[in-house]
Each structure stands twice: as C-alpha cells, then as structure tokens.
C-alpha cells in the first residue's frame, strides 16, 4: 500500500487531546492545520505514521483510533525515547508534523464470513484497535470474533473502559496480566493461555491477527498452528526502528523485507524463517 500524496512531505497537526492510558503511555488526537491535508489523507488499520517534533526527530507511530476517520487521528504512544518523551512534554494545541500513512494493512476484507482472533499483547493492542472499530462496523460481515489482550499488569492494560462497548457489539473480549493486584479478578498468566482455552469452531476458516512483543507472537502463531488454523490465515504486525518509512534508508529490513513499505503487517508464511533467526 502506497502513502497518499507526498511520502516525503510533512503534514503540519496540532494536538487536540490527550488521554493518559498508564504510567508510560497517552493517547494523542491530532488534527490537520490545513484542508487540503486532512482531505487527501487516507489510512487503513494496521498502517502507521511518522510522527515529527522539530528538532527532535521523527517516530513511527501506529494509527490506533478510527482508521476511516481523517478529521481525527489518535495514536498511542510509549514514552520510551527522544521522540516520545519530547511528545509527552506537548500541551494541547501544540502543532508537530507529520508524514503518512505507511505500510501494509491487515488484511480484513479477506476475512469476510471467516472469524477472527485478534492477539494483542502491551502496545500491541494500539494497531489491533482499529481492526476492533472496522469490525463493529461491519459486524455482520465477521463470525466470531475474539480480542485476547495480554499486560504486564492491570494498570497497563489499554483501553481497559472501552471493554464493555466491544462486547455489546458482539465481540468476545478476554484479557490476562502477568501480575495481578487488587482491582483485578480476571485472568492471571501470559495471554497464548486465553488462545490454548478459547473455543475455535472453524479452524480452518479462523484468521488470527497478532501484534505484540515478538516472543509473545511466536508463541501465539505456535498456539494457532497447534489448534488448527492455516498458516495463511496467520498475519503479524512487525516492529524495527526505522528512519525513511518509504523503503529507502535499509534501517528496517528483515530478510528480504523492509518492514517500513512491506509491512508492518505480514503474512505468517513470508516472515515465518526470519522471525525465528535471534537478534535479526
Ligand atoms: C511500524 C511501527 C509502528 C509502531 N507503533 C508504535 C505505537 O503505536 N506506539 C509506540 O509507542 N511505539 C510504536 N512504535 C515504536 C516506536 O517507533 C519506537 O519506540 C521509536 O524508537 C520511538 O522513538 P523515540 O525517538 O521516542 O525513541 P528512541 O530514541 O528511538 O529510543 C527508543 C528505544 O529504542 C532504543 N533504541 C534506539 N535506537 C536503537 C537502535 N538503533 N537499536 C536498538 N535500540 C535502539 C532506545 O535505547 C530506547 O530504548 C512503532 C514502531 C514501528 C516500526
């Protein structure tokens, strides 16, 4: 999937709102300063954007709201760096840049009349989100449809208030953390447990998308392959520190793959032999 309209040129955004999700991570709504941005912007879940402080540098950032929504793009980030930290320094109303959107998009509309298990494990549920919104838009289209979302701890699990409303639309949403604390009565252990226990009635028509800490994708696409699903049917959301976003620069290859233009989002069967090579 190709970025619209310029690659290379900086959008100017300002920041509209900002939602503090745990110790470490916000949620950014931004919107365009100019018309003719926000009119020619286009995503899809799964994509992401390069998020510009002047003077800083830039970052690559999922898109974790409303993917349709071009008045209205909200990121989750973790402030773990230059970038980031500068991000969580903004004030309502500050403007930054921005490029994009970039990479490949989980593959949804193949997954019309199959069911879906979504594995989200930490951050990793910021890019699985807007598949969750496409999904309840489209509810009829999609059989059963699982969230399965793993955190270290009940305080670092995102999105944790909107839970309930996924379920009222039908989808089944489980969550586990790895340490339990007093507001927390539900699961306890590492989040492939949810996807050893869940019922899977089609196996073969089943599509399983998972973004995450890689070991935790690695055991989920194990689990998956172990309960019956086609590897086909198993799609990944990759992370490498990446510089260009556009395929140029090198920063993010893997294998043959540049994960910038090529993913994030990849099929199972082409990333499968680069995944399992340590430190790549
Ligand atoms: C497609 C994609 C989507 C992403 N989506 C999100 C998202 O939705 N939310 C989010 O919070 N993050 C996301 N990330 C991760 C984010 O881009 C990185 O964490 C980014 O490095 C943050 O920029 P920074 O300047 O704040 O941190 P940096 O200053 O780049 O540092 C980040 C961390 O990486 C380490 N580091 C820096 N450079 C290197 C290097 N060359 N090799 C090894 N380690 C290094 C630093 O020590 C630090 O711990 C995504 C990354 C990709 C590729």
Redesign the pocket.
Same mark, same amino acid.
């Given at each position: 999937m190709r970025p619209t309209g310029q690659p290379w040129k900086t959008a100017a955004i300002r920041v509209v709102g900002i939602r503090v999700e745990t110790s470490d *991570?916000n949620s950014y709504e931004f919107q365009f300063l100019r018309d003719l941005d926000r009119s020619t912007y286009a995503a899809s879940p799964g994509q992401?954007n390069m998020l510009y402080l002047p003077g800083v540098?830039e970052?690559?950032?999922?898109i974790?709201g409303d993917a349709a929504r071009n008045d209205r793009l909200v990121?989750?980030?973790?402030h773990?760096?230059? *970038?980031?930290?500068a991000l969580n320094e903004l004030p309502i109303g500050a403007t930054l840049g921005m490029r994009g959107a970039f990479?490949s998009a989980w593959p949804i509309d193949t997954c019309v009349g199959n069911d879906l298990i979504l594995v989200g494990g930490g951050?990793g549920l910021?890019?699985l989100r807007p598949v969750i919104y496409e999904v309840i838009r489209r509810r009829q289209a999609f059989g059963e449809v699982s969230v399965l979302i793993g955190a270290r701890s009940p305080g670092d699990m995102l999105y944790r208030d909107e839970f309930e409303a996924w379920r009222r639309a039908g989808i089944d949403v489980q969550a586990t953390v790895d340490r339990a604390d007093g507001n927390w009565d539900g699961h306890i252990g590492v989040v492939t447990l949810l996807l050893d226990r869940l019922p899977i009635a089609r196996p073969q028509e089943t599509t399983l998308m998972t973004c995450g800490p890689q070991v935790m994708m690695q055991y989920a696409i194990q689990t998956a392959l172990g309960r019956g699903l086609a590897k086909r049917r198993l799609w990944i959301s990759m992370?490498?520190?990446?510089n260009c976003a556009v395929g140029t620069c090198g920063h993010?290859q893997l294998g043959p793959w540049f994960?910038?233009k090529d993913?994030?989002v990849l099929g199972y069967p082409s990333i499968e032999r680069w995944m399992e090579v340590v430190d790549l």
């Open positions: *991570v992401f540098g970052a690559a950032i999922s974790s990121h989750t980030v973790r773990v760096g230059s *970038v980031t930290s990479g951050i910021a890019p992370e490498r520190h990446m993010c994960i910038c993913g994030p």
